[in-house]
C-alpha cells in the first residue's frame, strides 16, 4: 500500500512533526515500504481466531495493593524538565 | 414532565446524554504507587511512571478495580469479568505519557440503570451504556507567568471512573436529576466523593434536538461543565441554539463546545481542522484486566445498603410517606441519624421533627447534620419527652431551639425554665374560669353559633399557662365547662 502525500502529512501533524515536501516525500517512501511489509499479513488466514491481546497467552494481569509505594521524590521528576519554575513544569502558555 | 422548544417550525424535543467523570476514591493512583492525596505540594505526589518516564511500566490497582465493580454492582450493571486498557493519544501539556490509558471496546463494566425521581413525584429509569476505567490528567495553572502555563503532575494517574449514559433524558431537570442520584449513590458507595465543586466530579453533556418521531439528529457534547445548575443551563442554551441553526436552513456541526455561564453561551473549542484523531490501540503493557466471578460476589455482598433500597425500607419500617423518606436518604448520615432517634420511637413524629424544625435549624446555624449541636440521642429525649406528656409540642419548638443555641440536654432545659407541661386539671380549670368571665361577651357570641370563636378560647388559656397547658386537656375542660 502506498501512502498519499496529504496522509502523511496528517499523520506528521498527529504526531506533532514540522515536515517539509522533501521530508513528506521522504517519509511516505518509507512508511509505505513499512506498510508494505506489513502487509504481509494479510496473508494469513484468521477466520474464527480471536485477536491477539499480549505475546504470554497465560499470563494475568498483575495487580498490586491500594497503597503508597512511591511519590516524593519532586526532584527526580523535575529533572529533565528545560523550564522549570520552582516545583513546577512550565510550557508555553496554553489556555483554550 | 415534557420539555419542548417552540420553533418557528413547531416544536422540538430534546435528546441528552450524560459523560460522568468520577474521581475514583483510593490511596495510590491507578497504574502508580504514587499517594492521590489532594492539595499537597506541587509534582510530589506523582512518580515517575505518572510523569512519563521512558521504560516505566504500569501496574494496575486492584483497589480501583475494586471500586469500579462496587459502583457497577451500585447501577445493577454488568460487570464484565474480562476488560482490556487502550491508549488515547493525544498531545496536551498536561499529559506526560502523550496518551491516556483508557478502555474503550472492552470496558469494565456495562449496561445498566438509574432510577430517577422528577419534581411531579413520578419516576423514569436512565440507562446507563458503560463504565470505564482511566487516567485523571495533570493540572494547569495559566494565571502564574504572562508567558507560561505552569504544570502539576500531582492528579496526574489518579483512577477515574468514565460513566456514559444512554440518550435518555428529555429534559433539562432529567439530566439535573441524574446526576444527583448518581452522585448519591457514588457516595453511599464511597467510590467517589462526588464534590463537583472540587472538580472530582465533572459532566461532559451531549446535545441534540429532534422533531418527534424523528431518528437522532447531529450532536454537540459540551466538555467540562462543573455544576449542576450549570448542566442544565448549558442544556436549555445549547438546545436552542441547535434549533435556531436548524430553523434557519442550517446544519449542526458535531464538535466539542464550552459553556460560558458568565456569557450564558455555549462556543466551539476546537476548529475542525485540529478535530482529535485518538489512534486507539490495545495498550502493549497491560494485559487483559482478568476478574474473578467469586471476588465480585465477595464486593456485591458486602456493599452498603443504597438509597433506593433504604428509602423503601424507611417507608415500611418506620410507616412514613415516600417524601419524607426520600429527604431522609439524600445523605447517608442523615438516614443514620434518623434511625437513631427513630428507633424504639414513633418514626413519624421522628420524620416530622427531623424534616421540620430541625433541619430549619441546622439550615440557619449553616451545619452540617455531622456539625450538628444537637446529637440523634438528645433529639431522641426530647421526643420522649413529648410522648410521656412532659411537654407539648409548642413548648418543644422553644426547647430545640434552646438545644441549638446552649447543647443542653432538653430535660435540663425544661427543669431550668420550667417548661413542664401542666396537667394539673385544678389550674387549667382556673384559667378557663378566668378566660370565659373575662370574655363573657365573646361567649355569648359563641353560644350564638359563632363556632370558630372556641379556638379563641383555646388560645387564651394556652396563652394564661405560657403555652405549657396540654393543649387536649384545655379543649376538654373548655367544653365541658361552656356546654356543661
Not at chain 1, 498519499?4 to 514540522?18: E, F, K, N, S, V
Not at chain 1, 484468521?46 to 511519590?71: H, Y
Request: proline letters at 4%; charged letters at 25%; glycine letters at 10%.
Amino acid at each position: 500500500m502506498s501512502l498519499d502525500p496529504a496522509t502523511t502529512r496528517r499523520i506528521a501533524r498527529l504526531a506533532r512533526i514540522g515536515l517539509d515536501d522533501q521530508e513528506t516525500e521522504a517519509v511516505r517512501t518509507q512508511l509505505g515500504g513499512i506498510l508494505g511489509w506489513i502487509e504481509i499479513l494479510n496473508e494469513v488466514e484468521v477466520e474464527g481466531v480471536p485477536p491477539m491481546v499480549g505475546t504470554s497467552m497465560n499470563a494475568a494481569l498483575p495487580q498490586r495493593e491500594d497503597i503508597v509505594t512511591d511519590g516524593d521524590c519532586q526532584e527526580k521528576v523535575l529533572s529533565n524538565a528545560p523550564d522549570r519554575a520552582g516545583p513546577f513544569f512550565t510550557v508555553p502558555k496554553v489556555v483554550e | 414532565m415534557s420539555y419542548v422548544i417552540e420553533g418557528s417550525t413547531g416544536p422540538w424535543e430534546i435528546v441528552v446524554g450524560l459523560e460522568v467523570h468520577a474521581q475514583v476514591i483510593s490511596n495510590s493512583k491507578l497504574f502508580s504507587g504514587a499517594s492521590t492525596l489532594f492539595g499537597g505540594e506541587p509534582n510530589t505526589h506523582v512518580s515517575l511512571i505518572d510523569a512519563g518516564f521512558p521504560g516505566m511500566l504500569p501496574v494496575i490497582n486492584r483497589g480501583c478495580v475494586a471500586q469500579a465493580v462496587r459502583t457497577g454492582l451500585g447501577l445493577k450493571a454488568r460487570i464484565n469479568l474480562e476488560s482490556r486498557f487502550d491508549r488515547k493519544n493525544y498531545f496536551y501539556a498536561d499529559l506526560p505519557q502523550g496518551y491516556q490509558i483508557s478502555q474503550f471496546a472492552h470496558p469494565i463494566i456495562g449496561e445498566g440503570k438509574i432510577e430517577i425521581e422528577l419534581s411531579d413525584g413520578s419516576t423514569r429509569e436512565i440507562g446507563i451504556t458503560r463504565l470505564h476505567l482511566e487516567q485523571d490528567a495533570g493540572k494547569l495553572m495559566h494565571d502564574q507567568d504572562p508567558k507560561r502555563s505552569f504544570v502539576d503532575l500531582n492528579r496526574a494517574g489518579v483512577a477515574l471512573m468514565e460513566i456514559v449514559s444512554e440518550p435518555d433524558i428529555r429534559t433539562p431537570e432529567e439530566a439535573g436529576a441524574y446526576l444527583r442520584k448518581l452522585r448519591q449513590i457514588l457516595r453511599y458507595l464511597g467510590t467517589c466523593d462526588g464534590n463537583m465543586d472540587e472538580g472530582s466530579m465533572r459532566a461532559d453533556v451531549n446535545v441534540s434536538v429532534r422533531k418527534a418521531g424523528e431518528p437522532f439528529r447531529t450532536r454537540c457534547e459540551i466538555k467540562n461543565v462543573n455544576s449542576i445548575r450549570f448542566v442544565t443551563q448549558a442544556i436549555e442554551i445549547e438546545a436552542a441554539r441547535q434549533v435556531e441553526i436548524w430553523e434557519s436552513g442550517g446544519e449542526v456541526d458535531q464538535e466539542t463546545r464550552l459553556f460560558d455561564p458568565g456569557r450564558g453561551e455555549t462556543r466551539s473549542l476546537r476548529s475542525k481542522e485540529d478535530a482529535h484523531d485518538y489512534r486507539y490501540f490495545p495498550d502493549p503493557d497491560l494485559l487483559p484486566l482478568v476478574i474473578e466471578q467469586s471476588w465480585v460476589d465477595q464486593l456485591k455482598a458486602c456493599l452498603p445498603e443504597l438509597p433506593d433500597e433504604k428509602r423503601a425500607r424507611l417507608q415500611k419500617e418506620y410507616g412514613i410517606t415516600a417524601y419524607d423518606a426520600g429527604v431522609l436518604v439524600a445523605e447517608q448520615a442523615i438516614a443514620d441519624f434518623y434511625e437513631t432517634v427513630a428507633k424504639g420511637r414513633d418514626g413519624k413524629s421522628a420524620a416530622a421533627w427531623m424534616t421540620g424544625d430541625f433541619f430549619a435549624a441546622l439550615n440557619r446555624t449553616g451545619k452540617s447534620i455531622e456539625e450538628s449541636p444537637v446529637g440523634a440521642d438528645k433529639l431522641g429525649a426530647m421526643l420522649d419527652l413529648i410522648a410521656d406528656g412532659t411537654i407539648n409540642g409548642k413548648i418543644a419548638k422553644e426547647v430545640l431551639e434552646t438545644m441549638f443555641e446552649t447543647g443542653e440536654a432538653p430535660l435540663e432545659i425544661v427543669e431550668r425554665k420550667g417548661l413542664r407541661q401542666v396537667t394539673d386539671t385544678g389550674a387549667i380549670e382556673k384559667a378557663a374560669d378566668e378566660v370565659l368571665t373575662k370574655n363573657a361577651d365573646k361567649l355569648e357570641q359563641y353560644l350564638g353559633g359563632k363556632d370558630k370563636l372556641f379556638g379563641f378560647f383555646v388560645g387564651q388559656v394556652m396563652k394564661a399557662t405560657q403555652g405549657k397547658a396540654n393543649p387536649a386537656m384545655v379543649n376538654e375542660i373548655l367544653k365541658k365547662k361552656i356546654h356543661g
